[in-house]
């Protein structure tokens, strides 16, 4: 069941279809204990940021670009020539697991393909 939502306090009661539990309700439940909803803050962001080096292809950097941070080919271009022009990229802002996530993905592939990309994760 989906809450409206609201800053009021809330709570949940069970009542029983018993008659006999009812009766006493009062003399179990005198007071309610009400539980504030917690204040949740937003998670810090990463940025994933792909290094510069003169051995990975460029063709390979467009590719990781597209395939693991959903960049179109015109931006993925972009990042790679910033990358290749000023040393360093970001590639995409994310919570931390998925930035850890995406790094490792394009370094496993990086490996396989023997390239020696080097990405870094830096909190924003």
Do not use: W
């Amino acid at each position: 069941m989906k809450r409206e939502k609201s800053n009021e306090p809330y709570f949940n009661t069970v009542l029983s279809s018993e008659e006999n539990d009812n009766e006493n309700f009062d003399k179990n439940f005198s007071s309610l204990t009400l539980q504030e909803k917690p204040k949740l803050k937003k998670p810090p962001l990463y940025k994933v940021i792909m290094l510069n080096d003169d051995y990975t292809p460029m063709e390979f950097v467009v590719e990781m670009l597209q395939t693991y941070f959903s960049k179109s080919q015109e931006q993925a271009t972009e990042i790679m020539l910033h990358i290749h022009q000023k040393g360093l990229g970001v590639c995409g802002l994310y919570t931390f697991e998925i930035a850890e996530s995406k790094a490792a993905q394009v370094l496993d592939k990086a490996r396989k393909n023997q390239h020696p990309l080097q990405i870094k994760l830096e909190k924003e």
